[in-house]
């Protein structure tokens, strides 16, 4: 019984531990990548290609007649 304790409380441990260096890899790496992610997305996409959700079709026709 003492083994299978002591087995079970070194792979917790060493579950604890992986689980922590993932958290601090996790946090060091994300503010790296978030800000090349964010510089890389366009601000509004469908602003850009001129579309808006929602529009029929005679309401684009008529605002792409207007510009």
Sequence with gaps: MQRIRYGLTG???????VLLGTA???SSGAADDSNAVNAAQPSD???EL???PGQ???ENAAAN???
Aim: avoid cysteine; hydrophobic fraction near 60%; aromatic fraction near 4%.
């Design 65 to 67: 007649g207007a510009q």
């Design 11 to 17: 792979l917790a441990l060493v579950f604890l531990i």
């Design 50 to 52: 001129g579309v808006a």
């Design 24 to 26: 601090i890899i996790r």
């Design 56 to 58: 029929s079709d005679g």
């Design 45 to 47: 996409p469908l602003g």
